[in-house]
Every structure is written in C-alpha cells, then in structure tokens.
C-alpha cells in the first residue's frame, strides 16, 4: 500500500512537471509574437515621424539631416523660402514684366498644422523598448548614377529593442526574424525613403 502512494505522488508529480513544460513551450512562442508585434509597431511609428521630419528638414535646407540635433533644431528655428513669381518668366517677350517676391515662413508652422501631427521632440530619435539608445542615423550626399543626389538612413538591429527575445534561437518561431536584421527606412547607397516594413 505504501508503494503504491508513493508511485501516485511521483506520478502526480511527474504530470505537473510534463504539464508545466507543454504550457511553457506554447507559451514562449506566443509571448515572442507579441512581444515582437508590440514592438516591432512602435518602432515603426517611431520611424515613420522621423521620416516625415527628415522630409520637412529637406524642405527647409535641401538635405537630411545627419544628426537628431540638427534635425530639431533645423526645424524649430529654421525657415521655408517661398518665391512668388509674377509673370511669365518662360515667354522671351515679357523678361522685363517679369518680378519675384521672396518671403519666409517658420518651419514650425507647417508642423504644427500637419495632419497627423508630427511628434518633434528632443526624444524624437529615442528607440521604442531601446533603453535610451537612439536611432542609427545617416545623412550626407552621394554620387549615384552620375549624379549627385541626397541620401538619408535611419534604423536600428531588431536586437536593441527585442530585450530577451534579441536572440537567434527565436528563429524557430519566425524563420524571418533575424536579430542582426536592421528595421528601418532610407538606403545610404541610393536616394529612396522607403521602409523596410513597406
């Protein structure tokens, strides 16, 4: 008799234990999508604003910005050059009818009535789940084709903002995640402003 409890109670046992396992290796992959859902999504929000501030420092200076400093800065203080022409400048007939007029507007102006707001910020190039850390950023002018043409990069390795998910063996669960893998928009080789999600 007392064999026989003690065979239950190692079999009851045994059952929590087999039990346990089964919900943690159904539980791991569902917590890694999640995880990597959540944040995957905010990070590519956070992309998505820097993108469209890097558009409107273009519009005030003609390059992207290299840095988050000068990419605030630039559009808090700078300012957007607008030239009327009166005239035809194009008929050979009227040069002397032809005048412009040159005024400026603040930058932040056109940001305030953006639609949807443009979030700009001194955290603006903060990672989502980055622990402070920022954006890799990269702007200067290249030769392309012949050419030369601006080009801008922002991103960040999926391993600085996946916290204990930033590792390989999460493959099983997503045979595309990769944790070296950039997220990110712009190319430093080709002037595009397209996102990896996209």
Same mark, same amino acid.
């Given at each position: 008799m007392k064999k026989r409890s003690i065979f239950n109670a190692l079999m009851f046992l045994l059952i929590l234990f087999l039990g346990y396992v089964l919900y943690t290796q159904i %539980?791991?992959? !569902? $917590?890694? %999508? %999640?995880?990597?859902?959540?944040?995957?999504? $905010?990070v590519i929000n956070q992309l998505i604003q820097i993108r469209r501030a890097?558009?409107?420092? #273009? *519009? @005030?200076?003609g390059h992207y910005a290299p840095s988050f400093t000068a990419l605030v800065d630039t559009i808090k203080n700078g300012q957007y050059r607008i030239i009327k022409v =009166?005239?035809?400048p194009d008929d050979p007939n009227s040069k002397d009818l032809v005048s412009f007029d040159t005024s400026y507007i603040p930058a932040m102006d056109s @940001? #305030?009535?953006?639609?949807?707001?443009?979030?700009?910020? /001194? *955290? !603006? &190039?903060?990672?989502p789940y980055g622990n402070g850390i920022e954006f890799e950023i990269f702007g200067d002018t290249i030769s392309y084709q012949? /050419?030369?043409v601006d080009v801008v990069e922002v991103g960040i390795p999926y391993a600085k903002f996946m916290g204990e998910f930033a590792d390989p063996k999460y493959?099983? =669960? *997503?045979?595309? =995640? *990769?944790?070296? +893998?950039? !997220?990110?928009? &712009?190319? #430093?080789? +080709?002037? !595009?402003?397209? &996102?990896s999600w996209e």
């Amino acid at each position: 008799m007392k064999k026989r409890s003690i065979f239950n109670a190692l079999m009851f046992l045994l059952i929590l234990f087999l039990g346990y396992v089964l919900y943690t290796q159904i %539980q791991e992959p !569902i $917590a890694f %999508q %999640q995880t990597k859902d959540e944040r995957e999504k $905010a990070v590519i929000n956070q992309l998505i604003q820097i993108r469209r501030a890097q558009e409107v420092y #273009r *519009d @005030v200076t003609g390059h992207y910005a290299p840095s988050f400093t000068a990419l605030v800065d630039t559009i808090k203080n700078g300012q957007y050059r607008i030239i009327k022409v =009166y005239g035809d400048p194009d008929d050979p007939n009227s040069k002397d009818l032809v005048s412009f007029d040159t005024s400026y507007i603040p930058a932040m102006d056109s @940001v #305030r009535n953006m639609n949807p707001p443009l979030v700009l910020n /001194a *955290d !603006i &190039g903060k990672v989502p789940y980055g622990n402070g850390i920022e954006f890799e950023i990269f702007g200067d002018t290249i030769s392309y084709q012949s /050419a030369l043409v601006d080009v801008v990069e922002v991103g960040i390795p999926y391993a600085k903002f996946m916290g204990e998910f930033a590792d390989p063996k999460y493959k099983k =669960y *997503d045979e595309r =995640y *990769d944790p070296k +893998k950039k !997220i990110k928009f &712009g190319d #430093r080789n +080709k002037p !595009i402003l397209t &996102g990896s999600w996209e």
